[in-house]
């Protein structure tokens, strides 16, 4: 198999999933399989040099491509009343807005807070501010592999505030989504990086198609133009704010090229390199439950990470990378049967859960808003293996749904922080 062919096969998988879905954009097995043409495509283009991709990788990124679509395929046989049926304590209307108030001032809060680490870690000498922010907070990453030992605020606000903003939306697009969109969008630009725009983009451009029903590719295109522009010039701002390109000799189409189309396609030939390299990653550690191992470390055991072992590190394909698709970690549990199980389980999963979505159902929708990003992503690094963020996810979901949108304050805002008291069995108003 080759890259045309591969091409031709995604292509054809892309339109049977388009079809299937009913021409929906957000049909998890269209996102799939469109997200894999787009990168052997631009693979095919040699835009950049990269090493050769052999038969085994198109095979596998094929087939993949092909279990996932299936699975989700079997998820739109099941009985329709499994995805209308409702749960009353999460379908009643909001009483007052008071929780989601309390959501968004916690956001603007923690904003100064999240400001400060930014700047604690911008200054310094080598770099620009943005430069220096991105390398400690690298760094960071590098030296501390116990996630559960880190600064929480640092950790999790960022992915917080795009709860936040969803829940937001899905409430309406009010003064309170634009405040926590404004907050979001600021915190997750001083985290540096690229991939929490993306995940704010995206999560908040599913629950606007989707609560719109716009989310039909007639439809779907006019609404999503706008907005990928603005997250493509936002992106490759951010590479000239974090990125030095001294080291390309003032070659800005080669400096552009490196952090963009090499992001899309370098973990191609990773794979094919970890392929026809296994014995190099017999004792890598569990990358599935490396949740457990962080979590045993913390209370004092020492298991080895992913970060300590050739699992993560880089290979030069040419260019330097440690990001090998999807398929690489499950690859390595699990091997081939177990990769194509858990390649079925997610793609089942993540379907289900869109078309209780759709059929109205607001946990669902929160949900799978958050899971367009790692389905996205999946040409990239796995983003799925995220057990702490996705129970945190259905959690606040939850509460939310569950509470807080229910939470009724015993007097108004206006009298609670009036002149003068109120008495009882005097007139709140006019």
């Not at 099941?78 to 807005?97: D, Q």
């Not at 206006?414 to 007139?427: K, M, T, V, W």
């Amino acid at each position: 198999m080759t890259s045309v062919s591969a091409a031709i096969f995604l292509f054809l998988l892309t339109v049977a999933n388009l079809r299937i879905g009913k021409g929906r954009v957000l049909y998890p097995p269209f996102i799939y399989s469109f997200m894999w043409l787009i990168d052997v495509v631009v693979y095919r283009m040699s835009l950049i040099e990269l090493d050769r991709v052999h038969t085994v990788t198109w095979l596998l990124v094929c087939g993949g491509a092909f279990l996932f679509s299936l699975a989700g395929w079997v998820a739109g046989l099941l009985p329709g009343r499994i995805y209308t049926l409702r749960i009353a304590e999460f379908s009643r209307p909001a009483v007052s807005r008071l929780g989601l108030n309390l959501l968004v001032l916690v956001c603007l809060l923690a904003l100064p807070i999240y400001f400060y680490h930014f700047w604690s870690g911008g200054i310094g000498s080598g770099g620009g501010l943005f430069e220096n922010a991105r390398k400690a907070a690298l760094d960071t990453v590098a030296t501390d592999q116990t996630s559960l030992a880190r600064n929480p605020i640092t950790s999790y606000l960022p992915v917080y505030s795009i709860w936040v903003t969803i829940l937001c939306l899905m409430e309406g697009k009010d003064r309170r989504f634009w405040t926590a969109f404004g907050a979001s969008l600021t915190i997750c630009i001083l985290a540096t990086g690229r991939t929490l725009p993306l995940l704010l983009f995206s999560s908040t451009l599913a629950i606007y198609l989707i609560t719109q029903r716009k989310d039909h590719i007639r439809r779907a295109w006019r609404v999503i133009a706008g907005p990928a522009i603005v997250f493509l010039a936002l992106v490759i701002g951010i590479i000239f704010l974090e990125k030095s390109s001294k080291s390309f000799g003032g070659n800005m189409t080669a400096f552009l090229l490196n952090y963009t189309v090499a992001y899309l396609v370098s973990p191609l030939p990773a794979l094919d390199y970890v392929l026809h390299h296994g014995i190099e990653y017999m004792h890598a550690p569990s990358h599935t439950f490396g949740f457990l191992l962080r979590a045993l470390n913390a209370f004092g055991y020492s298991f080895p990470m992913p970060n300590d072992m050739p699992v993560s590190g880089y290979v030069f394909v040419p260019l330097p990378t440690n990001v090998y698709t999807i398929y690489k970690p499950y690859l390595l549990d699990f091997g081939f049967i177990g990769l194509a199980a858990t390649i079925l389980t997610i793609g089942f999963i993540q379907t289900f859960l869109y078309l209780r979505a759709i059929a109205g159902d607001k946990i669902c929708l929160f949900v799978t808003a958050l899971l367009v990003f790692p389905a996205v992503l999946s040409v990239f690094d796995d983003s799925y293996a995220q057990p702490v963020l996705q129970v945190m996810w259905v959690g606040l979901a939850v509460l939310y749904f569950g509470f807080l949108r229910r939470l009724k304050p015993t007097m108004s805002l206006g009298a609670l922080f009036s002149s003068r008291p109120i008495l009882r069995g005097e007139p709140r108003g006019r």
